[in-house]
């Protein structure tokens, strides 16, 4: 990602939870106000947007629709990315009330994009002090359009702006009121595939380093198959292709079968790993439209 520009991906991904919500049943993930963050010329765009590319690859199938209603439905539901965001997203918050059950108060976004969950779930929100960790041209777009929309910010919601890249995520947190002492809950969302590897892992360290035991964190990752040609889905290479064209290519991914011996130096342990399979049979199993879950899409749970 550029320094000074926003993140398209977090435009888009908040536009795939809005169209799910608006015109998917039954839904994978619930976002009610992801098309309110996203202003309407920018929802218009991305949607011409996707409608010219499929036109331009795929002139016969997208001829083939009634409408273009019906051309966007079949694009999302069978897009890789689309699944990808609906599925983790879900994933992150049943994993964060596990961890509340257990006592956690601190729930910290990092790379927040347009996540919704400060406005959306006053349920939980009530019960945590809330960071929205992000870069600060996205955040800034953000907090832009949340002043738009005129919605009150709630008291425990804390802004924290960081680049991965060139900035201590800790010394930033430690500039807010983020408690080193109290178990936190951290979801990193779309996130691992855009930074080099080595500021995934350093990332990761800093957190091990600041929170203290009882600490989880959840995050979504590629694993390295799909940067070999010839081995990469062909859904999830038009993904990589179509990211790249935005200005934020996808560098990094893990091996699986490796990962948990990865992070074991870092002060972290594997929890829980879904792969693609288990992605498949917790939330798209039995569907009766085109959503399944993406080819070398992991999600792992792991705990300080
Ligand atoms: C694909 S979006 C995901 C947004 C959100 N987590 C979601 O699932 O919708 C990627 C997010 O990572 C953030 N990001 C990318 N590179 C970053 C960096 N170097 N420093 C901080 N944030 C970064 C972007 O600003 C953006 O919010």
């Known amino acids: 990602m550029q320094a000074d520009q926003i993140s398209r991906t977090a435009l888009f991904t908040a536009y795939s939870r809005g169209f799910h919500h608006t015109y998917d049943q039954p839904v994978i993930f619930s976002d009610s106000l992801a098309y309110s963050l996203l202003p309407l010329e920018e929802q218009d765009r991305i949607a011409m947007l996707l409608l010219a590319g499929f036109r331009l690859t795929n ?49 910290v976004i990092l790379g927040a994009g347009l996540d919704s969950f400060a406005y959306r779930r006053p349920d939980l929100v009530a019960k945590l002090n809330l960071f929205e960790v992000d870069h600060p041209a996205t955040q800034g777009y953000k907090r832009q359009r949340l002043a738009e929309l005129g ?5 425990n919601l804390h802004y924290v702006p960081v680049d991965f890249n060139s900035q201590k995520l800790r010394d930033r947190l430690a500039d807010s009121p983020f408690n080193p002492d109290r178990p936190a809950f951290f979801s990193l969302l779309g996130v691992t595939y855009y930074l080099p590897r080595e500021i995934v892992l350093a990332t990761l360290a800093e957190l091990a380093r600041l929170a203290p035991a009882g600490s989880t964190i959840v995050f979504d990752y590629l694993d390295e198959e799909a940067f070999v040609p010839g081995k990469c889905a062909p859904r999830v290479q038009r993904m990589l292709d179509h990211v790249a064209s935005l200005g934020e290519p996808m560098l990094t991914g893990f091996e699986p079968l490796t990962l948990s011996e990865q992070i074991i130096p870092l002060g972290l342990g594997l929890q829980e790993h879904l ?19 993406c080819e070398h ?8």
Request: glycine content about 4%.
């Open 297 to 304: 899409i992991h999600f792992a749970r792991v705990a300080v």
């Open 59 to 107: 002139p016969a199938a997208a001829a083939s629709f009634a409408d273009t209603q019906s051309a966007l439905g079949w694009l999302m539901q069978s897009s890789a990315a689309a699944s990808i965001v609906l599925s983790r997203a879900q994933y992150a918050e049943d994993c964060l009330e596990q961890s509340m059950a257990t006592g956690v108060s601190q729930y």
């Open 275 to 293: 792969s693609p399979w288990d992605i498949h049979n917790r939330w798209f199993l039995g569907r009766s439209d085109h959503y399944r879950a």
């Open 151 to 155: 919605w009150r910010q709630p008291q």
